[in-house]
């Protein structure tokens, strides 16, 4: 192979996709601007940091559609995944890693393969026309430069939607007099005991006041140019949940069912739940508390939260904005552009939606390179599979003119024969899929 395949971007498909493609016997030249240049949302210039959420969602590959997908790419050889499970932290029934032995871990595996080459700086617009086979997996924080040149080579007028980060406390601070530990349902999950969340429960009046806080508070202010940047719908900002009506939080990330506060032996009326974010146990996320509340409202209006009033934060929440491609009009198949098929684009940026989406389509677009770079017509994984049904929603199924990034869900998995109803539907669904990945390699 006289020529390597060049990937932009060592977030989490960049890094898959370059583990991928080396494993098959390809020689890769992985690109990352970080440290030369950083991002509004990275803190490092470690490969596939994380820089929300520390969670890979739900782990149950019976029930959940991103637990099949988890397990579909575990099958499949995923660096990720594997990283992942050697850095897990309780979560319940959710995958949750210590985000920086993660990062450490993708990077030292990806440093030490013979066939990657990593190389720090930014591809600024599109890559040079002697790169014969790129993976473009820049994500979403694509630098401007890339962003104008993909524009104008696709015709597309826009590329970005806005997504914000919670906040991270330190746990010394936070007051377990008025906080317990506890999972919903009890559910222990693959690293937990059914006591891995902190859970601090307001009254009704206290919840109340809570959200006039919300409503109440300075936000940051959009640029100009910024202005027309959608939300996301799946990572809503929460004073703009709590905008849409009083009971939405209630219904949403603050929902206290499956929940029972030992210091009442009541269910309380709303709860913030926080989920271990690093191996010691040292640092707590405030889970579904994306914001864009400028940062001195942040410190006051979460310190209103029982059990946070002295709450002293490692991390505040805070907005960037997002890019990704109308995929259905612009991408085959095999995720290579239309208009230039020596591109191929890879995770976040093609419209996935999620930390596990974006590995996998970064692990499709390095077996689909790999298998070009043999002269072979790549395998496409069947469509009942969690990564059929998201590779098909992305290139295929999804209609151009409402396209929105998505998450994997069952919803996206072809009917299955027979009368299913509810749990054992999902069920269904999920032992199909699994049966049917055996068959693909």
């Given at each position: 192979m006289p020529h390597p395949t060049h990937i932009i971007?060592?977030?989490?498909?960049?890094?898959?996709?370059?583990?991928?493609?080396?494993?098959?016997?390809?020689?890769?030249?992985?690109?990352?601007?970080?440290?030369?240049?950083?991002?509004?949302?990275?803190?490092?210039?470690?490969?596939a940091e994380l820089v929300c959420s520390n969670s890979f969602r739900s782990d149950d590959a019976e029930f959940n559609a991103v637990g099949v997908l988890h397990a579909e790419m575990r099958r499949l050889g995923s660096l990720i995944l594997r990283c992942a499970d050697t850095h897990a932290v309780p979560a319940g029934g959710a995958l949750a890693v210590d985000r920086e032995g993660f990062a450490e871990a993708v990077t030292a595996a990806l440093a030490g393969h013979p066939l990657i080459t990593l190389v720090r700086g930014e591809v600024a617009g599109l890559p040079p026309e002697d790169w014969r086979d790129v993976i473009v997996a820049t994500g979403p924080l694509t630098s401007p430069a890339l962003a104008e040149a993909i524009l104008e080579l696709t015709g597309e007028a826009q590329l970005s939607f806005f997504d914000a980060i919670a906040p991270i406390v330190h746990f010394e601070s936070i007051d377990l007099s008025?906080?317990?530990?506890?999972?919903?349902?009890?559910?222990?999950?693959?690293?937990?005991?059914?006591?891995?969340?902190?859970?601090?429960?307001?009254?009704?009046?206290?919840?109340?006041?809570?959200?006039?806080?919300?409503?109440?508070?300075?936000?940051?202010?959009?640029?100009?140019?910024?202005?027309?940047?959608?939300?996301?719908?799946?990572?809503?900002?929460?004073?703009?949940?709590?905008?849409?009506?009083?009971?939405?939080?209630?219904?949403?990330?603050?929902?206290?069912?499956?929940?029972?506060?030992p210091h009442t032996t009541h269910r309380p009326y709303a709860v913030v739940q926080l989920r271990q974010d690093n191996a010691l146990a040292t640092l707590y996320n405030l889970v579904g508390f994306q914001t864009k509340l400028r940062h001195a409202e942040q410190a006051r209006i979460f310190r209103m939260i029982p059990g946070l009033e002295h709450a002293e934060f490692a991390r505040l929440g805070g907005m960037h904005r997002n890019t990704f491609l109308n995929s259905p009009r612009l991408l085959d198949q095999e995720l290579r552009l239309k208009a230039q098929p020596r591109l191929r684009f890879a995770g976040q940026i093609t419209g996935c939606e999620g930390y596990v989406e974006s590995a996998a389509i970064g692990l499709l677009a390095g077996r689909f390179a790999a298998s070009r770079r043999r002269d072979q017509a790549p395998r496409l994984p069947p469509p009942t599979t969690a990564l059929g049904a998201l590779l098909s929603h992305i290139t295929t199924n999804a209609e151009a003119e409402t396209f929105q990034p998505m998450n994997v869900n069952f919803g996206l998995f072809p009917p299955i024969e027979g009368i299913f109803k509810g749990r054992t539907r999902k069920q269904a669904l999920a032992r199909r899929a699994l049966e049917d990945l055996a068959g693909y390699s």
């Open positions: 971007g060592g977030g989490l498909a960049g890094s898959e996709a370059a583990w991928q493609l080396a494993e098959a016997g390809v020689p890769v030249v992985l690109h990352e601007m970080r440290p030369e240049r950083g991002t509004e949302a990275h803190q490092t210039g470690q490969f008025k906080a317990w530990f506890q999972s919903r349902y009890d559910k222990a999950g693959p690293s937990g005991t059914g006591r891995d969340y902190i859970n601090c429960a307001f009254d009704r009046e206290g919840y109340h006041a809570f959200l006039d806080a919300l409503l109440a508070a300075p936000k940051i202010e959009f640029h100009e140019w910024e202005k027309k940047t959608p939300y996301f719908e799946g990572c809503l900002p929460i004073e703009e949940m709590a905008r849409r009506g009083a009971d939405t939080l209630r219904y949403g990330p603050m929902k206290p069912v499956g929940l029972t506060d």
